[in-house]
């Protein structure tokens, strides 16, 4: 074996299991309604899941050069109990899944080989030079409890009385049953590297040399005593996993980084399905390709590669039969820097020690109900926002689900709520009941003005191992006096004869507690959508206001949905304008048709909002038809039925067919009401429109023949 060191990972067995093999939950810290004014169901991920992608596209490079430049056989991470600890020269720690870390006290003597935490509070890192410490209060403090002349992994079994340590060379395994104050050792004979614990006083280790190859021995007594199984692997292999709930599935990755006479130098993926007796091998590449780590989610395995060969990281949802590239960093040899929050939320570390997140599994998302660990329940970690405003409540349905080694249903005892009564259970359904693999719990928060609520949310729940209580913080925000209180549409009403276009200003009166003058600098897009009466109207035209550019504009028959951007507006007008719109009649007698403002969304920095909007017989839009003298309706048939206009859509040409005995004149407007082209069209003929000249989209023809008006809708198409 060279002198490579190598790096172990995270406890596999206890994953989601306590020492005692109980239940454990794994649900947000917080849950939190942040403003806006649309009513939706953002749904909580039932089973977090690692998700791996074939490009960086779906990594997120969430902190540049953290770690420092990696060595070979230098840095760990593992995750456990909501955080994640990664180091190499030094030891960081993130409670957010990888977004923002923290740099630790510990100062290490040569570079971390190992991290292993037993839960939240308990912990031991292990150096290059054989240094153990230990952490009991979460890394607040640290002590050493073992210094060896070098060593590869320390683990606890069930409790943080039993601590493993196992050397590198010359290979022997030290055990302690009291903390650490007294060490005995066993002798190996054989390089030794990396120890995982199980349960009940059992544990595995990898151990071999280069000639003979590497087989896993196994303790039933925490570390007295070995077994050696009689299945081997190649030389240099440094990393095994083992699967929580089935410990006869085993994945060992042969690193392959060195070639000596004894060893052929292939980098190789090993899997076992009889608790090491015999192996096989589910990949097989060149020497320099797999970085010589696995780690485990509930349902996958996770295998580096190297920087020379990069190609990311390799998935695998069968055990480790078959693999799937994902994407993602590549690694330096013999390290350890890879660790699943779930099968789609993966953190990994690059050569220069960068991190990235992953939190769809690379962009192969990955839904698996059963878990191969103890029986849970299963929430996401990650906070929700949900948007709410004074309109209306808003509600998010909290999705729980219960992952195990086989399918079982619970029992929700109760669910009920405490705090602001602004939160309240929606359905949680009667109780007790059962509690499915995929459940949900609805919860609604109806937001106060200018305030915060929080309330907490109790489950008391049973799956199998006694009843477990947990609760959930729900925070609900309006956030913003733009949503607390509604925009208010200001009276604004368009009138025009039948035949003319009928032009409407769109204002709003914002609260007055708002200081305009304060946002607008910041306000660079609003986009919004009105609605309208279309058998009293129809839409021709859109104006953005002055200092505005239109970015979009969709007529959908009876609404339409714009889009402004602020280029050089200094300050706000009052009441604040949206725009011009422009409708042309469909019929000549007196109409008139509300014109409502269905929602609003500003973009302010980086923040959209999303305030309510209140229309009343105060405060509305309208525009009115009036009928003009001598204006025929325009359903005068035999002269408008006598007007033929194709093709439709058009392309280059239009073609407008007259049949009447009189002149026809003929006006096409676009989008925002300009009039593009004009013509005259005699009686009795055919007149080509030319539109080579104008762009795709949809335009308005207007005629008037004799004294009625025909108004078709066009669309060009090439």
Not at 595 to 613: H, N, Y
Request: net charge negative.
């Amino acid at each position: 074996m060279d002198s490579k060191m190598h790096l172990p990972q995270e406890n596999s067995f206890s994953r989601n299991s306590d020492v005692d093999g109980n239940v454990v939950l794994y649900l947000p810290k917080q849950i939190r309604f942040f403003g806006g004014s649309m009513k939706r169901v953002l749904p909580y991920l039932l089973i977090i899941t690692c998700i791996p992608i074939q490009v960086f596209a779906q990594w997120t490079n969430a902190a540049q050069n953290l770690l420092g430049s990696i060595a070979q056989a230098n840095g760990a991470m593992t995750f456990k109990a909501g955080v994640v600890w990664a180091g190499s020269s030094s030891l960081w720690s993130s409670i957010d899944s990888g977004k923002k870390w923290v740099k630790n006290s510990l100062s290490i003597q040569g570079a971390v080989m190992n991290i292993f935490f037993l839960d939240r509070m308990n912990g031991l890192v292990t150096s290059r030079y054989g240094f153990i410490y230990r952490t009991k209060d979460g890394g607040n403090t640290w002590d050493q409890v073992e210094s060896l002349g070098s060593a590869t992994s320390a683990v606890f079994l069930d409790s943080p009385d039993h601590i493993l340590v196992s050397e590198f060379q010359p290979g022997d395994v030290f055990y302690s049953n009291d903390a650490g104050v007294t060490w005995q050792g066993v002798g190996n004979n054989n390089w030794i590297r990396e120890i995982l614990p199980s349960i009940n006083g059992k544990a595995y280790l990898l151990s071999g040399d280069w000639g003979p190859g590497e087989q896993i021995w196994k303790t039933a007594d925490y570390g007295a005593s070995w077994n050696e199984q009689p299945g081997q692997v190649n030389g240099d292999s440094w990393s095994f996993e083992v699967q929580g709930c089935n410990n006869s599935n085993m994945i060992i990755v042969n690193e392959g980084y060195s070639v000596t006479a004894a060893y052929d130098g292939r980098s190789r993926i090993y899997v076992s399905s009889d608790e090491g007796q015999t192996w096989s091998a589910a990949m097989d590449n060149a020497s320099k390709f797999f970085a010589g780590s696995v780690c485990l989610g509930p349902n996958t395995a996770f295998v580096p590669t190297v920087s020379e060969a990069n190609a990311g990281i390799w998935r695998s949802t069968d055990h480790g039969k078959t693999w799937k590239n994902i994407g993602g960093p590549s690694a330096s040899g013999d390290t350890r820097l890879i660790a699943a929050i779930d099968d789609n939320h993966v953190i990994a570390s690059d050569i220069n020690g960068s991190i990235w997140i992953t939190q769809n599994s690379g962009g192969d998302y990955l839904t698996l109900v059963n878990y191969d660990g103890a029986t849970a329940i299963s929430l996401s970690t990650i906070n929700q926002q949900f948007n709410a405003s004074s309109c209306e409540p808003v509600d998010s349905t909290i999705k729980l689900g219960i992952i195990g080694c086989s399918p079982v249903n619970g029992i929700l005892d109760s669910a009920w709520i405490v705090g602001s009564s602004n939160i309240k259970i929606s359905t949680a359904g009667a109780s007790p009941r059962t509690l499915t693999i995929n459940d949900s719990i609805a919860v609604q928060y109806s937001p106060t003005a200018n305030a915060k609520d929080t309330a907490q949310l109790h489950l008391r729940y049973d799956l199998g191992s006694g009843v477990k209580d947990t609760i959930i913080t729900i925070i609900g925000s309006s956030n913003s006096a733009l949503i607390s209180t509604p925009v208010r549409l200001h009276r604004e009403v368009g009138v025009s004869y039948f035949g003319n276009l009928d032009t409407l200003p769109l204002g709003v009166d914002v609260n007055s507690s708002v200081n305009l003058d304060s946002i607008w600098p910041f306000l660079h897009d609003i986009s919004g959508t009105f609605s309208f009466d279309s058998s009293v109207v129809n839409f021709a035209a859109f104006f953005p206001p002055s200092g505005w550019t239109l970015t979009s504009i969709m007529n959908r028959g009876n609404a339409v949905d714009f889009g402004i951007h602020n280029i050089s507006s200094k300050s706000p007008r009052t009441p604040m304008d949206l725009g011009t719109a422009q409708f042309l009649p469909v019929y000549d007698k007196l109409q008139t048709s509300d014109v409502r403002l269905t929602s609003i969304v500003l973009d302010i920095g980086k923040q959209s909002i999303a305030p309510c909007v209140t229309d009343d017989e105060d405060q509305h839009w309208s525009v009115k038809v009036l009928v003009a003298d001598g204006v025929n309706s325009i359903g005068d048939a035999s002269r408008t039925n006598s007007l033929s206009i194709y093709p439709n859509p058009a392309g280059d040409e239009l073609f407008v067919q007259n049949s009447n005995p009189e002149v026809v004149s003929i006006s096409l407007y676009d989008a925002i009401g300009r009039e593009v082209l004009s013509s005259n069209v005699s009686a009795a003929s055919t007149q080509t429109l030319e539109m080579q000249s104008l762009p795709s989209g949809s335009y308005v023809l207007v005629g008037h023949v004799g004294d009625g008006v025909i108004i078709r809708r066009i669309s060009k198409i090439r």
